[in-house]
């Protein structure tokens, strides 16, 4: 079983930034992709970043050049910092991970989801 715990969200003003953290422990081979999804009142569930096991990032169009997804391998931590943030980021972020566990079977998690609310 795998866990994948959030951190760092809150309630910012417009233009403000904030840092998001997902830690993964658990029975952990390796994780292949890691990203962040965020999902607002009424919206379903969409990708905003990324990330390979080799550095490799997407994002979405909404979130580029204000966003930075990044992670750390040996701590099996993903980061999200967030800049110049708008109200139109307001939402629950959710940490995903794709787990190759010690069985060599590939699985995906969800965090439980962190809100980021931007309002002055």
């Known amino acids: 079983q795998v866990q994948l715990v959030e951190s760092g969200g809150g309630l910012v003003q417009p233009g403000g930034s904030l840092r998001l953290s997902c830690a993964a422990s658990g029975s952990i081979f390796s994780i292949n992709a890691m990203g962040w999804y965020r999902q607002a009142p009424g919206k379903q569930r969409e990708l905003v970043a990324a990330?390979?096991?080799?550095?490799?990032?997407n994002y979405a169009d909404s979130v580029k050049g204000r966003f930075t997804i990044s992670r750390d391998n040996a701590k099996n931590t993903v980061y999200l910092q967030m800049n110049s943030l708008k109200p139109e980021d307001t939402a629950v972020y959710y940490c995903?991970?794709?787990?190759?566990?010690?069985?060599?079977?590939?699985?995906?998690?969800w965090g439980q989801g962190t809100q980021v609310t931007v309002s002055s």
């Open positions: 990330i390979t096991s080799g550095g490799s990032t």
């Open positions: 995903n991970a794709a787990v190759l566990d010690y069985g060599l079977g590939l699985y995906d998690y």
